[in-house]
């Protein structure tokens, strides 16, 4: 009996304090909900550090690799620093977004702004990582300060539904290109492929000279359309066993045939990462990438006007990625109210605004409401909840 009423009080209390019944789910619902999302979005796991390791600043030094190896000069030596800070700073931020602001969104490093560090903030005369870092806190600081002073919040109503609802579209299909040309599904003409010293072409062309040559190619295709065909058939975690399914098939497909990575010698491996099983599911990884930025750094290098400008350039992005990724989330899950604005507006621009402070320094860039939070929207979630299972599953 004791047992029971404990039970019974814990899910009183989860659904008070989410709103679980009141907004038409359940805790089973956002767990999953919470689950497809970190599935849809853990990518960032490993493009985050590919995009951010392998490109050095003008010094000449590579993002973590003097803390990994104590030489900055190796190529990639920073990356399980970037991941395991990565995964840290998402999984502290996205619990943070459910827990104070009670909203199914998860956050995680923004793309596109992590390219703009990496190839051209910290390419600039005399820039280190930790100087781009620094402008990354600082334009978090200045949001923080624009939603404290309502300014955010202003600009956010004032903006017509309609356009809201473009940039969410925008946002949807810039994610959904990047998925194609990971996966090879789409792909640079192959007169511009490993052409040393040429300029990259646009990915264009189906596949591999149009075609559907690979295994790892295979493996994708059949993913979305298991995805495609379970969702039309309303199967209760569609892209969640979609997405386990495919890579349960990924591991075995490398285990028979060892493709390997993808390279110029292997064009038919795998891109990103290798499907493999790995040696522990759990382990406290190195920390020692976080806290390493200079706030003011960049001021001395390349001038205060120019600071100026980077971190308003850095503020637009996160400003209006913010704004499409609410709304996107918020209409797939039914809480918008009439003038297209979600509930406990003001503690998400919040916890969106320590994120970007967060992520600059956790040494791994902005981080930002990720729009692939709508997949566990479409699997049910509806609360906050669904966040935290999310922060929790970045945290393992």
Request: charge should be negative.
């Given at each position: 009996m004791a047992n029971t009423d404990t039970k019974a009080a814990n899910k009183g209390f989860l659904d008070s304090y989410f709103k679980i019944s009141e907004r038409g789910s359940t805790v089973g619902r956002e767990v999953r909900g919470g689950l497809v999302t970190f599935f849809a979005m853990c990518y960032i796991i490993v493009l985050n550090p590919l995009i951010l390791g392998f490109t050095p600043d003008s010094t000449g030094a590579f993002l973590g690799a003097e803390l990994a190896t104590g030489d900055p000069t190796i190529p990639g030596a920073g990356i399980p620093l970037i991941a395991a800070a990565t995964s840290l700073i998402a999984a502290i931020m996205s619990i943070a977004m459910g827990a104070v602001a009670n909203y199914p969104i998860a956050i995680a490093a923004g793309l596109g702004i992590n390219a703009l560090v990496a190839y051209t903030i910290v390419k600039m005369p005399g820039m280190t990582w930790a100087d781009g870092m620094g402008l990354i806190v600082l334009e978090g600081l200045v949001i923080l300060i624009l939603v404290l002073t309502g300014f955010r919040q202003a600009v956010f109503r004032a903006v017509p539904a309609g356009l809201k609802t473009a940039i969410s579209v925008g946002i949807g299909l810039f994610i959904a290109f990047i998925g194609l040309v990971n996966a090879g599904f789409v792909t640079?003409?192959?007169?511009?492929?490993?052409?040393?010293?040429?300029?990259?072409?646009?990915?264009?062309?189906?596949?591999?000279?149009?075609?559907?040559?690979?295994?790892?190619?295979?493996?994708?295709?059949?993913?979305?359309?298991?995805?495609?065909?379970?969702?039309?058939?309303?199967?209760?975690?569609?892209?969640?066993?979609s997405i386990l399914g495919g890579t349960i098939v990924a591991i075995i497909v490398e285990q028979v045939a060892t493709l390997g990575g993808k390279s110029p010698e292997n064009p038919k491996g795998w891109n990103l990462n290798v499907p493999s099983i790995p040696d522990s599911f759990v382990s406290v990884p190195n920390f020692s990438l976080i806290?390493?930025?200079?706030?003011?750094?960049?001021?001395?290098?390349?001038?205060?006007?120019?600071?100026?400008?980077?971190?308003?350039?850095?503020?637009?992005?996160?400003?209006?990625?913010?704004?499409?990724?609410?709304?996107?989330?918020?209409?797939?899950?039914?809480?918008?109210?009439?003038?297209?604005?979600?509930?406990?507006?003001?503690?998400?621009?919040v916890v969106d605004s320590l994120a970007a402070v967060a992520g600059g320094a956790g040494s791994v860039s902005s981080n930002t409401a990720f729009i692939e939070s709508a997949s566990g929207v479409g699997e049910g979630a509806r609360t906050g909840l669904a966040s935290i299972v999310t922060g929790t599953a970045f945290l393992l």
């Open positions: 640079v003409p192959a007169m511009f492929d490993y052409v040393p010293g040429a300029q990259p072409g646009t990915p264009v062309q189906l596949g591999s000279a149009g075609s559907v040559d690979s295994w790892p190619l295979l493996v994708f295709v059949l993913g979305l359309a298991s995805i495609v065909l379970l969702t039309a058939r309303k199967i209760k975690g569609a892209m969640l066993w806290g390493h930025f200079s706030l003011f750094g960049a001021i001395e290098k390349i001038g205060i006007v120019a600071v100026l400008l980077l971190v308003f350039s850095l503020l637009l992005a996160d400003f209006f990625d913010t704004m499409g990724t609410m709304v996107a989330v918020g209409a797939e899950a039914d809480l918008l109210d009439d003038e297209g604005n979600p509930p406990n507006t003001t503690a998400i621009l």
